[in-house]
């Protein structure tokens, strides 16, 4: 992590794969079984400690490449031809140092592609420290940054090419600022970000620390009005005002009978209210009907013999359950013929089936006699081919 602390002049953290690095894994434990499935060739010199990590992680050395699963490269002398050979003819992948040294400290086999050897990576040859960082972002920004060939200190000394920063406070910032003639670049953590995802590294102006703009909270004072009235919430407007008529009034008006004293028919609805509903009434001869003058149309109710006469096509009816049980039993006759029909085509095709089947059999029967008829013809042809010779012989011996 890069703290303002370590802008103090705190002992530089080793670079991974120096020497440095080496004497840093003196106190971990390695596990015997930690290398057991890698077999190395090695290219260049690699460092004794790093050789004895190897040899006590259970890894095996291997003379030849094609027979090895990693090609792991010294600190110095290393042949870029063997690296080349070794991922284009045997897909081997070939790492540094520092990838056994991250295989130590995980207690597991690191990933090979951060530890390739040859600077080809977004981030190759650049230092990176960080300040005003939070652990979270920090840690993904060191693991970005390593993972793409970068080297991430925790000290910010003239090593250093690229300060990452999150805000214009701290030390460390201030002494950045001081050296603002050299070759030193003050960013933020979004162009490492937008660098990945370009492909490739941004110009460092635009995403200088004293660019950013931080957001302002204004707290209200109690009891202050705020800028804008509260509105209150509008009273529902009758139904009336959206429809343009009372339509509780007109269904009102629908129901109780009114005098007709004025003037107008009642069949007839006034110009400002909408179409009634129609409403069928059972019909009754006119003889029955009466029509006061002056006063509400009544309709007198039917006599018994109405009565009768309106139930008795209802009395000849069959009863609701007969109805049921009769669907059911049609429903049960058409279920009986449709099983009926399928199981005539089951046997239709059964028969096809059997008829088919015989047909390739007596088939087979034909080729199989023909067979052996060609085969007897054949040996009858052998033994009177046998014979002429034979006789042809004997006339030739008698001569």
Known sequence: MSTDEGAAGTVPEPVAGSSGAVTALEGLQIRDDLFKSVKYFITGTLAPKVSKLLEDGGATVSKFMDFSTHVVCGASGYDENEISQAAELYEVPSVTEAWVLASVRLGRLASTKAYFPLKSALFSNLTFAATQLDNRDLKRL????????????????????????????????????????????????????????????????????????????FKQAVGQRPATPVQKPEPEKPLASIIGFDFEENIAKTEVPTSGGNGKKEDEPPANEPPKATIVQQTVPQQQQQIVPGGPRLVRPPGPQQAQQILQPNMN????????????????????????????????????????TIQIQNQQLQNQNQQQQQQSMQIIQQQQQQQQQQQQFQKITMQ
């Open 142 to 217: 060191f693991a970005a940054v390593t993972f793409h060939g970068g080297t991430f200190r925790n000290v910010f000394d003239s090593r250093t090419t690229h300060l990452i920063s999150g805000s214009t406070k701290g030390p460390v910032y201030a002494k950045a600022v001081s050296l603002a003639g050299s070759s030193l670049a003050l960013v933020t953590p979004d162009w490492a970000i937008e660098s990945l995802r370009n492909n490739s590294l941004l110009p460092t102006d635009i995403y200088h620390p004293r660019l950013v703009i931080t957001p302002r909270i």
């Open 317 to 356: 009816r069959p009863p609701l359950n007969q109805a049921i049980q009769q669907q059911q039993i049609q429903l049960q006759n058409q279920q009986q013929h449709m099983q009926q029909i399928q199981n005539q085509q089951q046997q239709q095709q059964q028969q096809q089936i059997q008829a088919q």
